[in-house]
């Protein structure tokens, strides 16, 4: 932005210093930054040549930070419903994948994935698919803030591992001026990654300086396999192998003990919880009770639209605070102001990008949301957090802003080039549709026989 921007809200939520919410404050913008934080009084008139964006009834906090996606997968929502885990991986993704797979299926899956994440409010994501470049590629052409994981596995006739974590590493060379985008190592999960190549994977993102996204302990039977197998439970293996450190994102972390929380906690290890995705896969309720107590960060992700169907933050937000009140039977196990930690600076913690993102401070990146509050079903306003976490959904954000410019109103894309790339995947939706039908077609009462 060349001058500076005042946007004026009823409430800024900065989420630090925690608790804070400031009525009648505002933010200064400069140069895709947060400039200061003030009265509207002292912004104006200390910016007295600055544009002035008032939003009246609306909370201005961070961007949500979705700390784990399958962006690329929005092709396959639907496609895969009402499966435990391993079914729905073996029966339906793989297939899946193994036919519809290609640079462009990532390129329009992704770039329809950011185009939703956006438009409700989520700034930054971290994903994890195959084809990285291209996934890096569909967030600039969004506006998209990204952290991008090539995937790395070594299953019978699949890509080897060896070549997999070269394109990882060639994209984030490709891309490496890029501001809004950095990359992880993205093992897809212990029980489909040998010893050899995680003690590898370690030690390149220790040398480049890269996350490491990786499913864990998603499942029950993940973790009995896990025993039966290496005799011991899979954070453990992990931990002789090198791979837990501050650097690494345990996603899921469903069926973890006391042992395995300790083990986290020591390594610094940040825990990316999906909620829904877990749910709707029967895997399981994550101890994220336990988790906090011990100190561990937490994010929240929403996983593939292929196992929430939705790639919605807000929904995540409330999801996650109820279920953590029931699966511990205490109320305060994650209060509205910890929930939104973890969707926002958590999540920005979890990537090492919290001293650019997650919070409203000056310096920082201007990647924002403005919810609105003022509507009939969301009066009278008590507590503007406590609206956010329990009762505003996606439909209630006003506008969104990446690096300062703004990216999506009123769940509208507003970057023209943007909303022209967006036109043309579309156009090329009900294509993919019949390709993944063909897929599995007979096996899904949902597909038609086209």
Avoid at 251 to 265: E, Y
Avoid at 398 to 424: F, H, Y
Wanted: charged letters at 20%; hydrophobic letters at 45%.
């Amino acid at each position: 932005m060349g001058s500076d921007t005042l946007l004026l809200p009823d409430w800024v939520i900065p989420v630090e210093p925690a608790q804070a919410v400031l009525a009648g404050h505002g933010v200064a913008l400069r140069a895709g930054r947060i400039l200061e934080l003030g009265p509207h009084a002292q912004l104006r008139a200390r910016h007295p040549d600055a544009a002035v964006r008032v939003l009246p009834g609306c909370a201005l906090l961070p961007g949500f930070v979705n700390l784990h996606t399958h962006a690329a997968m929005s092709l396959l929502r639907g496609a895969g419903d009402d499966l435990p885990l391993m079914a729905w991986l073996n029966e339906r993704i793989w297939p899946l994948e193994g036919r519809l797979l290609s640079p462009d299926f990532v390129y329009d899956g992704s770039a329809l994935a950011f185009a939703e994440m956006l438009a409700g409010g989520t700034t930054c994501c971290a994903d994890m698919y195959f084809y990285p470049e291209e996934v890096a590629r569909a967030a600039l052409s969004m506006g998209m803030r990204a952290a991008v994981g090539g995937t790395v596995f070594e299953l019978p006739g699949a890509q080897s591992a060896e070549s997999l974590l070269a394109r990882a590493l060639a994209a984030h060379e490709q891309y490496r001026g890029e501001t809004t985008l950095r990359f992880m190592l993205a093992p897809h999960a212990p029980y489909t990654v040998g010893d050899d190549m995680l003690q590898r994977i370690a030690a390149v993102a220790e040398e480049a300086d890269l996350v490491i996204a990786m499913h864990l302990h998603e499942t029950r039977q993940e973790v009995e396999d896990a025993l039966a197998r290496q005799g011991m439970r899979p954070t453990e293996r992990l931990a002789r192998l090198g791979l837990l450190s501050p650097r690494m994102v345990a996603v899921h972390g469903v069926h973890l003990d006391a042992g395995d929380i300790a083990l986290l906690a020591a390594h610094g290890v940040s825990v990316a919880h999906c909620p829904a995705s877990n749910l709707k896969l029967a895997s399981g309720l994550a101890p994220i009770g336990p988790l906090a107590a011990a100190g561990v960060n937490i994010g929240l992700g929403t996983d593939g639209a292929a196992s929430n169907n939705r790639l919605d933050m807000l929904s995540e937000l409330r999801l996650a605070a109820l279920l953590a009140k029931g699966a511990s039977g205490d109320a305060r196990a994650m209060p509205a102001h910890r929930a939104l930690h973890a969707a926002t600076l958590g999540g920005a913690k979890a990537l090492g990008w919290d001293g650019e993102i997650g919070s409203i401070a000056a310096g920082k990146c201007a990647d924002l949301v403005a919810i609105r509050l003022d509507t009939a079903r969301l009066a009278p306003v008590f507590d503007p957090v406590s609206h956010v976490v329990y009762a505003a959904g996606r439909e209630d954000v006003e506008e969104v802003w990446v690096n300062g410019e703004s990216v999506a109103k009123k769940l509208q894309l507003t970057k023209s080039p943007s909303k022209s790339d967006l036109e043309r995947i579309m156009s090329r939706v009900s294509q993919w549709r019949l390709r993944a039908s063909s897929v599995i077609s007979g096996t899904n009462t949902y597909l038609s026989q086209e």
